[in-house]
């Protein structure tokens, strides 16, 4: 059977990156990404900054990521958009832009969860690459700046939710300890950089004691404040004579309670296949311990490459693939939303 190939134009304006991508089929064409520099001078995203950024990059993103597929917009069959959760001022330029740009050229949009979309970055194929994806049902650990959930992944389209955190997300933490550190914003991929060179047992800081698959990394993150704070009333200079060290103590703490929770869930669950998602799922200690957990829980591992872990309008692609193929369209009447109710 010849079936005829979907084009779909994805753009991504959850929070401080202003992404398009196209995508035939399950295949990536384009993935054209602007960061927004702006934010690091304020220590983290400013909201009505973030907006005005989008508005000025969202055409040009676009275009580029048309010209880069080598296609043209008549070849499209739908654009989809990230309805939310995010910045609602954010997402109201892609929602927006996407909306006018759909009436214009008469196609149907497509509706895109900004979580499930991380999730199924572990299924996008690129060109002259055949990538091996997860069978269903898989255990996802989603771990971004906003969110840290782990999910029972039922089909492309369904997924529960098991565990969550009750406080802070995995990656505000790394982005809370590298503030603390005195380091910019974004924090985690600093503190990945400089734990490779530091000893991870160095420091030792406050296991939360959280039941089930819940996280919690508050207690974590005051821990490593007040000990910060008293190490320095008597050296002055403790953080610039051990940074190494402490980016490794703090990430090795983070990540031991997601690798710890995730073999829990997907042993309590009978689940063999584990995949990660998310903005933190780029950090490279957290790759190896967690395929090294697996390997000796004799489970399976699945990382999305790291150009689709943070955010990103290639996952907004795939998951519209999916439901252009049931037919699950959005009505032009439709509106973002900031968090999503579970
Ligand atoms: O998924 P993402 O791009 O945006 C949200 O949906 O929140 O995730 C951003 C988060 C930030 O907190 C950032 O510090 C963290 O992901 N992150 C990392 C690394 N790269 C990005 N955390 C640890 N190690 C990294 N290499
Ligand atoms: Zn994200």
Redesign the pocket.
């Given at each position: 059977m010849n079936q005829k190939n979907i084009y779909i134009l994805a753009i991504e304006s959850?929070?401080d990156d202003t992404s398009a991508a196209i995508t035939c089929n399950e295949t990536l064409l384009s993935n054209i990404i602007a960061g927004q520099q702006i934010h690091m001078e304020y220590g983290g995203v400013v909201p009505e900054l973030a907006s005005r950024a989008h508005q000025q990059n969202i055409v040009p993103v676009t275009d580029a990521a048309i010209r880069h597929a080598n296609i043209s917009k008549k070849d499209l069959s739908a654009i989809a958009f990230t309805r939310g959760p995010g910045l609602l001022g954010s997402l109201m330029v892609g929602v927006s832009f996407a909306k006018a740009l759909a009436l214009a050229l008469n196609l149907p949009i497509i509706e895109v969860d900004?979580m499930q979309a991380?999730i199924l970055a572990n299924f996008i194929q690129e060109p002259n690459a055949i990538k091996s994806t997860p069978n269903f049902p898989f255990l996802c650990l989603t771990v971004?700046?906003?969110h840290t959930q782990l999910t029972i992944i039922e089909d492309h389209l369904s997924y529960r939710i098991i565990g969550k955190t009750i406080d802070d997300a995995a990656?505000?933490t790394?982005?809370k300890a590298a503030k603390i550190l005195g380091l910019q914003y974004?924090?985690?991929?600093i503190?990945?950089k400089l734990a490779s060179t530091g000893n991870p047992s160095a420091f030792t800081f406050a296991k939360p004691n959280i039941a089930a698959f819940d996280f919690s990394f508050s207690g974590l993150k005051t821990s490593f404040l007040y000990f910060i704070r008293d190490m320095l009333k008597t050296d002055p200079d403790f953080i610039l004579n051990n940074l190494n060290d402490l980016a490794a103590s703090i990430q090795n703490s983070i990540i031991s309670i997601l690798i710890k929770k995730t073999i829990a869930a997907a042993k309590q669950n009978g689940i063999n296949q584990i995949a990660i998602a998310?903005?933190?799922s780029?950090?490279?200690a957290l790759r190896i311990a967690m395929q090294k957990a697996c390997d000796d829980n004799k489970m399976q591992l699945f990382i999305p490459s790291f150009s689709y872990t943070?955010?990103n309008a290639a996952m907004i692609g795939i998951t519209a693939y999916y439901k252009y193929l049931r037919n699950e369209f959005a009505s032009q009447m439709v509106s973002p939303y900031s968090t999503k109710k579970t």
């Amino acid at each position: 059977m010849n079936q005829k190939n979907i084009y779909i134009l994805a753009i991504e304006s959850s929070c401080d990156d202003t992404s398009a991508a196209i995508t035939c089929n399950e295949t990536l064409l384009s993935n054209i990404i602007a960061g927004q520099q702006i934010h690091m001078e304020y220590g983290g995203v400013v909201p009505e900054l973030a907006s005005r950024a989008h508005q000025q990059n969202i055409v040009p993103v676009t275009d580029a990521a048309i010209r880069h597929a080598n296609i043209s917009k008549k070849d499209l069959s739908a654009i989809a958009f990230t309805r939310g959760p995010g910045l609602l001022g954010s997402l109201m330029v892609g929602v927006s832009f996407a909306k006018a740009l759909a009436l214009a050229l008469n196609l149907p949009i497509i509706e895109v969860d900004h979580m499930q979309a991380h999730i199924l970055a572990n299924f996008i194929q690129e060109p002259n690459a055949i990538k091996s994806t997860p069978n269903f049902p898989f255990l996802c650990l989603t771990v971004s700046g906003g969110h840290t959930q782990l999910t029972i992944i039922e089909d492309h389209l369904s997924y529960r939710i098991i565990g969550k955190t009750i406080d802070d997300a995995a990656g505000e933490t790394f982005d809370k300890a590298a503030k603390i550190l005195g380091l910019q914003y974004p924090g985690g991929p600093i503190i990945d950089k400089l734990a490779s060179t530091g000893n991870p047992s160095a420091f030792t800081f406050a296991k939360p004691n959280i039941a089930a698959f819940d996280f919690s990394f508050s207690g974590l993150k005051t821990s490593f404040l007040y000990f910060i704070r008293d190490m320095l009333k008597t050296d002055p200079d403790f953080i610039l004579n051990n940074l190494n060290d402490l980016a490794a103590s703090i990430q090795n703490s983070i990540i031991s309670i997601l690798i710890k929770k995730t073999i829990a869930a997907a042993k309590q669950n009978g689940i063999n296949q584990i995949a990660i998602a998310g903005g933190v799922s780029a950090n490279s200690a957290l790759r190896i311990a967690m395929q090294k957990a697996c390997d000796d829980n004799k489970m399976q591992l699945f990382i999305p490459s790291f150009s689709y872990t943070t955010d990103n309008a290639a996952m907004i692609g795939i998951t519209a693939y999916y439901k252009y193929l049931r037919n699950e369209f959005a009505s032009q009447m439709v509106s973002p939303y900031s968090t999503k109710k579970t």
